[in-house]
């Protein structure tokens, strides 16, 4: 059984930081593509940022220099440090992994940036 559970979200003041964690188990976690997603209220969702096994990365324009990816195989579990956190940044962030055809999500964690 394929579980990525969500943890890290909370509620923030803007200008400030978080750090998003997603847990994986029941996928060989070291070959996967591993990204973070976000959909805010009446939105869709939306891509933030995705690490390759081999740690290549990749940021939406929106968070570039703010957030940062990074995953450690050993623990099967991949990261989303943000900050200078703005308002527009709230929203529930779920976690992917990708490999071939197949596609997991995470059930999400809410990040409420305000002041």
């Known amino acids: 059984q394929v579980q990525l559970v969500e943890s890290g979200g909370g509620l923030v003041q803007p200008g400030g930081s978080l750090r998003l964690s997603c847990a994986a188990s029941?996928?060989?976690?070291?070959?996967?593509?591993m990204g973070w997603y976000r959909q805010a209220p009446g939105k869709q969702r939306e891509f933030v940022t995705f690490?390759?096994?081999?740690?290549?990365?990749n940021y939406a324009d929106s968070v570039k220099g703010r957030f940062t990816i990074s995953r450690d195989n050993a623990k099967n579990t991949v990261y989303l440090q943000m900050n200078s956190l703005k308002s527009e940044d709230t929203a529930v962030y779920y976690c992917?992994?990708?490999?071939?055809?197949?596609?997991?999500w995470g059930q999400g964690t809410q990040v409420t940036v305000s002041s």
């Open positions: 690490i390759t096994p081999g740690g290549s990365t």
């Open positions: 992917n992994g990708q490999w071939g055809s197949r596609d997991y």
């Open positions: 029941g996928i060989t976690f070291s070959i996967y593509v």
